[in-house]
């Protein structure tokens, strides 16, 4: 693996940060940890160039690291305040999980795929990114861990799992693309136990929350 940071590849992440900056994206917390983080050090290293393209990127078995503008904007609808408990669904690469790690948040991360899970497991620790990664089906979230402050989901969901819904702490935000072939970003704040308010924002492509880890 590729653990060297250059003036290049830093010097790239300002840009990236630049061109998300004219995408609307404001909060400096989210934008600073973008300019720290090597997303390059999270994709194949012969792709080097596509790293800092405001892109999602194929990471192996069928699956891809989220496009950077939207990392930026599904982290900013969450609101982490440092020392919060996220769950997010969705390890995939580990980009977003590190994001929100940079933001100070507390980490539990579900991925279904078993190959990707250990890869970016040891890929986190390699970088001293001290998550919680688990190895299951986002649709259950993680009972045993629950109430969480926010929870992620970082793949298209056909609906709102119930399980998600349950395990979050009144007042806490659950940001979720729901839909089949395109999402739309919808962000519920838990009133009560059985009350939520729900806001939209904008049309997403993710790859497909599925059923069944593999
Ligand atoms: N947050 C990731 C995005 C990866 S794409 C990143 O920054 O790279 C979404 C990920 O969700 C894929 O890795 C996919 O395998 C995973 N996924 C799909 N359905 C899932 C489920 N039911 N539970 C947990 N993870 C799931």
Redesign the pocket.
Same mark, same amino acid.
């Given at each position: 693996m590729q653990h060297l940071d250059t003036y290049k590849t830093k010097g790239l992440r300002k840009k990236l940060v630049e061109e998300l900056k004219t995408k609307e994206i404001t909060c400096p917390k989210v934008l600073s940890a973008i300019e720290k983080i090597p997303r390059h050090l999270?994709i194949d290293s012969s792709f080097l160039e596509f790293a800092y393209q405001d892109k999602?990127f194929p990471?192996g &078995?069928?699956? %891809?690291?989220?496009q950077p503008y939207t +990392?930026a904007k599904q982290s900013e609808l969450l609101q982490v305040k440092s020392k919060e408990k996220i769950l997010?669904?969705? *390890?995939?690469?580990?980009?977003? *999980?590190c +994001?929100l790690l940079e933001l100070g948040a507390k980490v539990f %991360?579900? &991925?279904?795929?078993r190959n990707?899970y250990f890869k970016?497991k040891e890929l986190l620790t390699q970088l001293n990114y001290n998550a919680n990664c688990f190895y #299951?089906? #986002?649709?259950a979230g993680l009972p045993n861990f629950a109430p969480f402050d926010k929870i992620?989901v *970082?793949?298209g969901a056909p609906f709102v799992p119930d399980a998600l819904k349950e395990q979050l702490k009144i007042g806490g935000i659950l940001v979720i693309p729901v839909g089949e072939n395109a999402q739309q970003m919808q962000v519920y704040t838990k009133q009560s136990d059985t009350e939520f308010s729900c806001e939209e924002h904008g049309d997403f492509k993710? +790859?497909?929350?599925?059923?069944?880890?593999?």
């Open positions: 999270f999602a990471i &078995e069928d699956q %891809t690291i989220s +990392v997010e669904i969705g *390890t995939g690469s580990g980009y977003q *999980t +994001v %991360t579900i &991925e279904r795929q990707l970016t #299951g089906d #986002g649709y992620l *970082t793949c993710f +790859v497909p929350m599925l059923e069944n880890r593999k």
